[in-house]
């Protein structure tokens, strides 16, 4: 059964600093693959996704994430955070594109000044 | 503007209450979900329907039921039988060629 594992509950950084969520997933074959930010009460919204081909995404908002088969990895990373990137974070995972997604349990980003 | 709508974006339900929780996009999507989300749980989900009149259980269907009458619309009704509704609500859909989902602005469900 596919699963996705988001190991950091919270992160904090300051403004400006460089910025990596991780995400490992379990799936045999290659996954899609998703990257989602939500922030307080809102719905989610797409940052980036991998189907195949180049294993570096780049995503909206300066993001980019790097697909990893050997460590069933997914990370997200930005090199300079701004403050207005704190938000909720969700890797997620599925079979094919219409497949139903599995999420991470996602990472919450505090960002100070 | 395309997207998906979701309504109300508060509900307030007494015990034993059956409410409906409204989904709507005009995306022309094929494929809808419903998810819930809790503090610290992610996003688990109930149903989802991949075409009209045909939908499939969730991880957590128990207490929902829902429907697939028009290709825009998939509305959630939660039960008296979920015993533990209170949570935030959110509707999906996705397109046959873009993989990702699109997300609502979410329900807000409190059980008095």
């Known amino acids: 059964a596919q699963s996705v594992t988001q190991p950091d509950i919270h992160i904090t950084v300051s403004e400006g600093a460089s910025l990596e969520l991780r995400c490992n997933y379990s799936y045999g074959a290659t996954p899609y693959l998703f990257w989602y930010v939500q922030s307080p009460g809102q719905g989610l919204q797409l940052l980036l996704k991998y189907f195949s081909g180049d294993t570096l995404v780049q995503g909206i908002k300066g993001f980019e994430a790097e697909f990893k088969r050997s460590q069933s990895s997914f990370n997200l990373r930005k090199p300079s955070v701004h403050w207005s990137d704190a938000a909720e974070y969700f890797c997620?995972?599925?079979?094919?594109?219409?497949?139903?997604?599995?999420f991470g349990t996602g990472t919450r980003l505090q960002v100070f000044p | 503007d395309g997207g998906i709508t979701q309504s109300p974006k508060y509900l307030f339900r007494k015990e034993g209450q059956n409410v409906t929780l409204s989904c709507e996009q005009n995306l022309n999507h094929d494929a809808m979900y419903w998810y819930r989300q809790d503090p610290g749980q992610g996003l688990r989900l109930i149903y989802y329907s991949q075409i009209v009149n045909d939908f499939q259980k969730g991880d957590i269907a128990e207490g929902y039921s829902v429907s697939r009458e028009k290709k825009e619309s998939f509305p959630l009704t939660v039960t008296s039988a979920q015993k533990n509704p209170t949570a935030f609500y959110l509707c999906?859909?996705?397109?046959?060629?873009?993989?990702?989902?699109?997300f609502g602005p979410g329900t807000r469900l409190t059980v008095l």
């Open positions: 997620a995972v599925g079979r094919y594109n219409t497949d139903k997604l599995i």
């Open positions: 999906a859909s996705t397109g046959t060629n873009g993989g990702e989902q699109f």
